[in-house]
């Protein structure tokens, strides 16, 4: 077999070493009874050409040469060569987490630079060198803000990603951590502050917004800070659409940021592997989850990285850690480390006037139904999004997620999303199909 | 090396009392077992804690170890400096106090160790 | 004597940051094509921040260069051998970057609608029913992210059964030699730890296990083999105990490189299970992730699964179904880490079922292989026979002041990565070395030959272990200071910003 580089000669010989006669002895160590006395039942091993082509078939069965408005958590965005060609590199992919800081400079050092841009994108101080994604980030935020506040009580957002309050919710449910929703305005599309204001008490550790939320609509994040620290909670701001960073005035004023940086040259890939973050104020360092590399010297007295902090983490504190977290999405970052190379400061910012231009382009004829700014995405009132989405399928264009599904109270609305990768031709189509004014 | 005047628990703390108030440290056999200190997580001033409970934890590069109260008492005083300079549990651990308590119970001194006994107990 | 290493060039590098000028671009986006919005107008001017500070401007052939530079830094799977215990470092095939790539599945989102999704959901429909019968589990879940995700939803699951009986108990037993995630996932699902002492052959002891399990016991979590390398021959009776007292047993997967074809934890009474696809099923550890988490499960714990699950339509299509009653709910957005589930099918399609047992055979041998050749020069503490890596101690070195740590900085002056140090805990001094199947004879013998080399050395000229490793471009990295000041970002110099104002 390719994947293993031994002659029957050489296993003979290691075997004759060890005095063992043969290879199906080595299994002799099992217990009779744990013994798996008949094959797998999985078929023989397979060519390259075949899994190639399997897979090729698969990915055919898949959506291809289709333009999609979807966005909703998982951005469509140009994936620039480089990105690739980098993490491509042996030293990159086949390597392990950088514990062995002499020959892991290069993962170290690259570490350093993706926690130093998500500072410079969030205007928070701390950053960590990933979670899993966004979804498991937000939850981590707000055991985060409970071990820091002493108190128990999350306060999140309606508007936050459906699915990541999903995810809260099963992360809460044995560690104490009551869960509360509060509501948007159904005219802005915003959050509901007077709700908010309602139901934090002392007891609240965390405020969970999402911006731009889940309808696109960009939140007031002063506002929520102030309201939030008046009442000693810590404010969790996250965002699931990385792009908008490059414009919007960064969350400086929220504790703690967790966030997806799918959008940063990350495949959608039917959901995943993505990246999250957390980001947070330098006075609350040892109690970010996760793993972070530090700037430190070298015997030679030469500038070196290395991992540190990591008695917060599970493999010193064991049950005393800040999260169970070992592995994390470490070669996603690199892309994303990458990606913001390529762009830097200005790209980033001219990418998401295009993501902003777009999007209005297409928000302009279709009438958004929330009044609050957007910025590449937005609600639009379609009667019956099932069968608009079923129209614009025939014209080779996915169209964008029925709210219904999640907001029983939005049936009859489309979130609709436009990027960079957004053709006006297909747009037009949309405004067509959907009955937009052209 | 162990100064008469305090009085040491088996968890290598040790303590000095001076009137109502004991000083509390870890020692010197603690903190070359430790190696190099690089965090000190110290109580909140008015905390309570009884005799043997966890008040804090001192950290190396890759070890936690919990810190447990000599005596039960309630926390007057922490020493800020060691939260900027924590290799001074490395250098003096026996200046390097991390709390000052208000003795709840000053009877409980009489269970700790002596210097020498402390000194036979790590083989010293 | 170095028979691996020779002198090569690797190039200084600055940061990003330092290296950036104002304009310099390494990006070109296509015109608009439709009339350019004003920002300060569209979310108002406050919304709108006024530029990155202190982001980097590069150009296209800097980007390359830094990245590759950096690169050159790194050991790496695809340069040597790279035994880091409990790891599995193996080979990552090259095709399963390429089929992850394929079109119509890295660029499938995950609201598309289903019609159009129906290659992404049979491909992980697949994998699952392989992983089904690789464990000998009847149903399997792919969303965790990574393996402790897997053991959080796996408590979770053993949390929801227990509960729907009416009572969910209030204690998880870890043996002492179980990984840190262990622990802290039972901490995460609101159990208490409860530690386990390991008998004098590394293993659990049946005694001690029957005599904490009570009614307050929900499960035990066991890595089999376990941290030492050593196939629990009592786990078949481990089960039995924690099943007549309503208790299960949770299995970390960490190890099940060393079972595939030989032995099925579904068998052996195992209740539920995690997976590290990225250790097992070779997918890329990227330095760090990411990783896969499937969790394997019986059918009595399959009604708490995440939702949503695959489930096929009257008209023989896949659809997600989100009709979960009794589901623990989500424990991320969306289906899993779907590009890494492809690689993790591709790898299992290339070896098929036959060739995935001589995987598992061939890393026994290499790992008894190693143990054989290493005996008379370091101190085994478990005499028992090995799986799939092997523990030694540096007792006999540390006679001599060299610790663990010191042979394996030593170890990458002979061309090698470290094995894993000082764990398990277990075992103090602990060398922890997992050859993996894809390590060539020749390969092994270097590899023999460093650690022999070595442990003269200890005796020959211990100061020059201590100061190794003496050929990398960095020598040792003050982790003290890093610790005691942490410096987690770069920062301008501060001359450049008074010049700024």
Redo the contacts between chains.
Sequence with gaps: ??????STD??N???A??G?QS??D??A???N????KR????????S?F???D???????????G?A?F?G???Y?HYR?V?T???????????????Y????????L?????F???V???TGM???N??M?????AVPEAAMMAVRITGRSKTLVARSL?P??R??L???A????MPVEEFGYQPETGRIDIDDLAARIDSDTAAVIVQSPNFFGC?ERIQEVAELAHRKGALLVFAFTEAVSL?????PSEADIVAGELQSFAI???????F?GIIATKEKF??QIPG??????????G?R???L????R?????????T??????????A?MAT?Y???????????????N???A??LGDRLLPAFSA?Y?NEFVATIPDPAEA?RAL?GRKI?GG?DLGRFYPELAGHMLLCAT?MS??TD?DTVIDVLGGKS | MYPEKFRYTKEHEWVQVEGSTGTIGITHHAQSELGDIVYVDLPKIGAKYAQGATFGSVESVKAVSDIYAPVSGEVLEINDALATAPEKLNQEPHDAWLIKVKLESPGEIEQLLSAADYQTYIGA | MIRKVSPHITQNEALLFEMSSPGKKGYQLPDLDVPEVDPGKALGKSAVRDEIEGFPEVSEVEVIRHFTRLSTWNYAIDLGMYPLGSCTMKYNPRINETVARTEGLAWAHPYQPEELSQGAMEVMAVLEAALAEITGMDAVTLQPAAGAHGEFTGILLIRAALEKTGKPRKKILCPDSAHGTNPATAQMVGYEVVNIKSNSLGMVDVATLAAAVDDDVAALMVTNPNTVGVFEQDIAQVAEILHAKGAMLYMDGANMNALVGISRPGDFGVDVMHLNLHKTFSTPHGGGGPGAGAVAMKKHLEPFAPFPRLARTPQDAWTWNYDRPDSIGRVRAFYGNFGVLVRALAYIMAHGGPGLRNATLDAILNANYIRKALEPYYELPYKSPCMHEVVFSDDRQAAKGIKTGDIAKRLIDYGFHPYTVSFPLIVHGALMIEPTETESKREIDLFIDAMKSIAQEVLDDPKMVLDAPHSTRCRRVDEVSAARRPVVRWKPPVQQSRAAD
């Excluded at chain 1, 050092?109 to 630079?113: A, G, K, M, P, R």
């Excluded at chain 1, 490059?246 to 960064?250: A, C, F, N």
């Design positions: 077999m390719r994947y293993l580089p031994k050489e296993r010989e290691m075997l070493t060890m063992v290879m199906d080595l299994v160590q099992l217990p009874a744990a013994r798996l094959p797998l039942d999985i078929a023989p091993g397979k390259e075949e899994i190639v399997y897979f090729r078939a698969r990915g055919n069965d898949c959506a291809t289709y999609s979807l909703a958590g998982v469509n620039p480089m690739d060609v980098i993490v491509s590199r042996s030293e990159f992919l086949t390597s392990y987490t950088p062995q800081a002499e020959i892991s400079q290069g993962t050092t690259q570490i350093f630079e926690q130093t841009m500072c410079q994108l101080e701390v950053a060198a990933s899993y994604d966004g979804s498991s990603h699915e990541y999903e995810v919710t099963t992360y449910r044995h560690q104490g960009v490059g414009l919007l005035e960064p495949s959608p890939s039917y959901g995943g592997p990246a360092i040892r793993r972070l590399v530090g700037e430190t010297r070298d015997a030679n030469n070196a990285f290395c540190t902090l990591s008695t983490e599970q493999h010193i504190r064991r049950e005393k850690a999260s169970n977290i070992c592995t994390n999405q470490a070669l996603i690199l990458v913001l190379s390529v762009f830097g400061k200005e790209g980033l910012r001219e990418l998401a006037i295009q902003l231009s777009k209005h382009y700014p910025f989405n399928l996915v997620l960079e053709k006006k747009m």
